[in-house]
């Protein structure tokens, strides 16, 4: 799984027009999916993210997860995570999971997160958005398991 986290002031999803998700702080999460990933990428991401502390402390320390600071999350299947760039110039997709497992691992990731006390708000997976934030920081951080 890849995860594009960005910490934002607030942020909105729309979808033909009409607002389907929005938060104030907090975090959007751009989310793509291979079909190698399961619950053990689903649960190292979705603790990773929980506890991670870029939100400033008294001393503008980014010290504080999203818990103290009762953010929010709005996530966002993004299979443009896995785009493959090497050859050409119209990027390959092929390394994005099949569409019914990725969106079976999203939408459990997002249970994972809530399950854990955080409030989430979404798009709706395979749909045209239109995502608006206001990027807080700027704060911008990748997360690959592929990396752990």
Do not use: C, W
Request: glycine letters at 10%; proline letters at 2%; zero cysteines.
């Amino acid at each position: 799984m890849r995860v594009v986290l960005q910490k934002v002031k607030e942020a909105s999803v729309s979808i033909d027009g009409a607002v389907h998700g929005k938060i104030g702080k907090g975090f959007v999460l751009l989310v793509g999916v291979q079909d190698s990933d399961g619950i053990d990428e689903i649960n190292y991401l979705a603790h990773k993210i929980h506890k991670l502390r870029v939100f400033e402390d008294k001393n503008d320390k980014l010290n504080l997860d999203i818990d103290t600071v009762n953010g929010a999350i709005l996530s966002i299947s993004q299979f443009t995570l896995y785009a493959d760039t090497k050859k050409g110039n119209r990027p390959s997709f092929t390394g994005a999971g099949e569409p019914a497992h990725a969106q079976k691992i999203y939408e459990t990731f997002n249970d994972t997160l809530r399950d854990a006390g955080l409030e989430v708000q979404t798009g709706v997976f395979g749909a045209d958005m239109l995502v608006d934030l206001q990027n807080d920081g700027p704060v911008t951080i990748i997360f690959d398991t592929e990396n752990k």
